[in-house]
C-alpha cells in the first residue's frame, strides 16, 4: 500500500507543475527513492526544470538521467548490498481506478461526457500553455503556407486526390471543422 500511495503522491506533484508521468517513471522514481537517498521535491522541480517547455510528459529515461546524473555526483548508488538500480523490461497492466459497469442499466455515452469534457478541457490548457496554439476559427485568417498550431480530438483522417492529409477536428461543441 505504502508503494501505491508513493506513486500517487509522484503523480500529485509532477501534476502540480503541469505534467504527466508514465506508469513505468512512476515505478523508477518509487524504486530510486526507497534504495537511495532521494527527496521527491528535489527530484520533481530539477526534472522539470531540465525540460524542454513542449514536453508534457515525463518518460523513464528523463526519470534515468536525472538519477544516473545525481549518483555519478554524489557518489551513492548503490546499497550496501551492491544493489544497483535497473531499468523493469516487464510493464505491469494499468490499475482500473474507476469502472462504469453495467449496474442493472444501460451504460450511455452521456455517462461519460462530462468526465471526457473536463479531461479534454484540462489538457487542452497545459497543451496550449506551452505550445503557441490558435482558436480554430482563427485558422482561415491566417497566411497560406504559415505554420498552424491547434489543439483538438481528432475525427477523422483522410488523403485527398492530390495527396494532402485533411484533418477533420471535434470540438467541444460536438461541431466538426
Do not use: W
Amino acid at each position: 500500500m505504502a508503494v501505491k500511495q508513493n506513486g500517487i503522491e509522484i503523480v500529485k506533484r509532477f501534476a502540480e507543475l503541469g505534467f504527466q508521468v508514465q506508469p513505468e517513471a512512476i515505478e523508477l522514481l518509487s524504486q530510486s527513492e526507497a534504495e537511495r537517498d532521494f527527496d521527491l521535491n528535489e527530484i520533481v522541480e530539477n526534472v522539470t526544470d531540465s525540460l524542454d517547455p513542449s514536453i508534457f510528459v515525463i518518460s523513464t529515461e528523463q526519470i534515468a538521467e536525472f538519477i544516473k546524473n545525481k549518483v555519478a555526483g554524489t557518489g551513492k548508488g548503490e546499497k550496501e548490498g551492491g544493489i544497483r538500480f535497473q531499468k523493469q523490461t516487464h510493464v505491469p497492466a494499468p490499475a482500473i481506478i474507476k469502472s462504469f459497469s453495467d449496474n442493472g442499466r444501460g451504460v450511455d455515452h452521456k455517462d461519460f461526457l462530462p468526465h471526457f469534457l473536463d479531461r479534454y478541457e484540462r489538457i487542452s490548457e497545459i497543451i496550449k500553455r506551452r505550445m503557441n496554439c490558435r482558436q480554430i476559427r482563427y485558422i482561415r485568417n491566417g497566411m497560406r503556407g504559415e505554420e498552424v498550431s491547434v489543439v483538438g480530438m481528432v475525427a477523422s483522417v483522410n488523403k485527398t486526390a492530390k495527396g494532402n492529409i485533411r484533418v477533420e477536428l471535434e470540438l467541444a461543441t460536438h461541431q466538426r471543422k
